[in-house]
């Protein structure tokens, strides 16, 4: 984890590490360390941190497919506020092509996956994705968690 200083926000902590299912506890801990220096409650601390797990875990099995590549986090607090970006370079998509799950049904007719997006969008306040030719980004925000 290394630091660099902002002068619109706090310090930003960042992590980079390879796509891969086995790293997910690394991206938990790493979450929990930047929470509990910002004195994020647990609820919310919860809630980022599922939020995050499911982008991560999209990314490892859609951006990259199983293909060898790494997530880059970076995350801050601005005015109180949260801020997370996943960075990689993977597929792309459009997220607004993800429809949102049956959560009516009886468990064995629902169709499985699609939760991902529906858990960060129910998790966090703001979720904005950004393709380029360079890489993609996902910077989510969780607003007035943090001191």
Known sequence: MSTDSSPAASAVHELILPAEAAWLATVADFLCSCCAGWQIDEDAQFEIQLAVDEAATNVITHAYAGQPGRIHLRCWVAD????????DQGRTFDPETVPPPDLTGPLDTRREGGLG????????DEIDFVFSPTGNRLHMIKRGVAS
């Open 117 to 124: 997006m529906h858990f960060m969008r129910q998790m966090m």
């Open 80 to 87: 109180g506020d949260f801020h997370i970006e996943l960075i």
